[in-house]
Each structure stands twice: as structure tokens, then as C-alpha cells.
């Protein structure tokens, strides 16, 4: 008889705690502490706490999670005398920008989410509101309990559909096909199913011969849908895909941008020409959109300028995300027709437009479960803009001179202001100009 002994070995593993999170001016918003053995408790630079909540909490699922990795790699050094710190990183997003539009967004009563991105892909600010104090949040279980529902949720980087915005993409696709003037009924009803413009009822229809650029300025959704039905599914998707990246992931620092768009009927296809039906994205991706629209290409959406020694958030470790990076492209000869509608949408929202800048917009009333959100999505464009040389910045600073920016705002609670069309929201675009050029 041969007797067998087991041996068991047990392994510990040493907790690396989190580095810290700076701003692009290399303000500390986050930092961890290392009081406790294997307790990795995370706090916020004084003032930053609501602001980012929404964006680096890991309640959230947000840059404290989506960095994890990196932020566990051992320090290249000791860190208060200990071995088991991680690096830190540097963000692109400005905290004094990201505050200021917090606050406007408090002071205002707004919920839903502001994004403004640098023409390189950098993301200068995400702001989601309502946000919350995310210490307490770690500190007290009965204080996330008593929150509103969806204020964890990061507005910025959430799916909700984007009603005319998505004209954009529809506005380039009609016309990359030849579809440059359609008949318009203001109220088309075809087979049971009834689709009408925002000013059916106004007497101004039929227009027998309305243009693309008519359509695209009064937000036609009747063109639009004519469009795609004359296009069919096939079409509508591959050009989606081939110019606008809509129908794949998008592979960001951040997180995966993933857009729907679910087509099972006719109505679901002409309905998915204004944003509606089963189309989604997020305002992260309007903004990208936003960008390519004004420029002609749009670039990958980032947030990590660098990654940097924890000692020293000066000293680079680590290269962070590329900038320029071209998801898709608008055909050259269609370019601008969409840049004199999106001028045509910007001249009707009474904005008071800096000298040395030029507007361009688009609008969107989406329908959702939740009520109507409200979008523009915009770009401020400096006359002295040098997007074409593709200036790499390690200092945003250097940015302000001659940097244009996209701005996209979602607004979910309309009802609150009285507003029932996105068009009406323009002095509350107007606060977030004045802020973002503030700093």
C-alpha cells in the first residue's frame, strides 16, 4: 500500500495601489492612500470630486477602472517609501474647464452632458449632471441608495438616441448618391405608417422641389426618409460604416464607443434616416461626428495625454493616445453642402459668435422612453485654425491661440425650460461658448 501526501501552497498577493489621476495642467484630481494593507481607497483634489465623479469614478465604470492596468504598474520608483504604488496618468481634460461646466450645468438646472473636443481627438471636457460626491459614495452604502436613478451613469459616454444630429450622416450619404431634391409632403403616410415634419401644420407644404440644403437647414425628416428608402438597407449601412464608422465598435482609451442602428422594417430604415427608430450613440461620438463634418475627417476620441511617474508627474513613463487618428472620411465633393447647411442651422440660433470664430451646427430633438432630449452639436471654428498640420501638443496651452472646438450639449430635461425643439436652447449653448473660452 503507498500512501500519497498533498501539499498545499498558498500564494499571497501584494496589492498595487492605484498612482494618481492629473489634469492636463497636471492638477491632481485623484490620488489613492496607502494607510491599510490591501485597501485601495481613492479621494479627489479639493474641488474636483463632482465634476469627475461621472468620469473617473469606478462606481461609474470610468477612467479609475478603464486605466486599472496602468495604474497598477509598479512606479518605476519607490513612491513614500513603498514599492507596491503604480504609475499615474495625465489627462487631455482641463479641470478648471470641466468645473466651470459642471457648475453651469447646476446653476442652470440642466441635466444630460456637455463635450467639448480639440480638432486632434483630445477631449477638453465631459461633463454628465446630475453627478455625486463619489468619496462618500465608497464611505457611506445608504448615500448611492438615495441618489436618483441615473445619476452614476456617465450622460456623456451613455447610448440614447440622437434625433436629427444623425442628419449629418444622412445629409453626406443623400448626397454622395445623387439625391439632391425630393418632393416633400410635410406629412408622408405609407404603408400604416405615418412620418412628418417638426412644421407639418404650418401650411407651408407640399415643397415639390425640396433641396438638400433646404432639408438639411429646416431638419426635413420627410427627405431624409425618402432618401434612405430609395437607397435601401444595404447602401444606408455600408456608407454609415465606410465614411462615419456608425456600425462597428470604436476602439477608444476610454472604452469601446458601440452606436446601433437596427433595421427590421421599412419604417425602421426611413425613421433611422433623423435619429430615430433603434439608432443610438452617445455625445462622445456626436462630437467626433461634429469634427468630421467641419474638417472632413474624423479621429478617434481620447483622454490619455500621458502616462507619468508618480514622484514626478513631469516625467513621462509612458507615450498616452495618438492624436489624429482617421476613423473615416467625407468625400471631397461632398463637403460643402454640409458645411453651408450646418452654416444655415447655426445663423437661426441667435448665438453671439466671437470675433476670430466661425459657428457651425447641427440640432436634434430625439424621442425617448425617458421624454424628448435636445442636442446641438457644434463647432466653433478659429479663422486662424491649423488643424491640417497636425500640431502634436504636449502642452494645451499652445492650443488656445488658433484651436477650434466641437461642442456637442444633451439636454434631457426640455420640459423644465419649456422648451419643446431643440432650436429654443440656444442661449444655454451660448453659456457653455462663453465658458469654454473663459479659460
Known sequence: MTTEETTTTTTTTTLVYRGNIYDTNYNLVTYGTYANENMDQRFYGEGYSYSFSNIISAASAGFDDVFGDLLRTNNPSPVDGKTNVGQSLRLTIDANVQNALSAYMANMGMA????????????????????????????????????????????????????????????????????TSLYDDGTWVDSGATIVNWDHDTGYYPVP?????????????????????????????????????????????????????????LDDLRRSAFGQAYVRTCPIYLAALGREAIFGDMVKPFVLQQVVDTNDPYTQTVKGSTPYEVLGSIPENCRSNLLEGMRGVAGNLGLYIPENYEFYAKTGTAETGAGDYLYITGCLKNIYDRTGEKITYSNYEEY???????IVMQLQNPAAFGFDFASQTGYLYQGIINTVLAY
Request: glycine share 8%.
Open 112 to 179: 444630460g452632458s456637455i463635450v467639448v473636443m480639440r480638432t486632434d481627438g483630445s477631449i477638453l471636457a465631459e461633463v454628465s449632471y446630475p453627478n455625486y460626491d463619489p468619496e462618500l459614495f465608497d464611505a457611506d452604502p445608504s448615500y448611492g441608495e438615495n441618489l436618483m436613478g441615473g445619476t452614476i451613469a456617465n450622460k456623456a459616454f451613455q447610448n440614447a438616441s440622437p434625433g436629427s444630429c444623425f442628419k449629418i450622416m444622412s445629409e453626406v450619404i443623400a448626397d454622395k448618391n445623387g439625391i
Open 209 to 265: 422641389e425640396r433641396t438638400l440644403t433646404s432639408a438639411f437647414v429646416n431638419s426635413s425628416n420627410i427627405f431624409f426618409a425618402k432618401a434612405f428608402d430609395q437607397l435601401g438597407t444595404e447602401q444606408v449601412l455600408a456608407d454609415l460604416n465606410d465614411i462615419f464608422h456608425f456600425c462597428v465598435p470604436i476602439q477608444c482609451d476610454f472604452g469601446p464607443i458601440e452606436n446601433n442602428i437596427e433595421i427590421y422594417c
Open 400 to 406: 488656445k491661440p488658433n484651436g477650434s472646438y466641437i
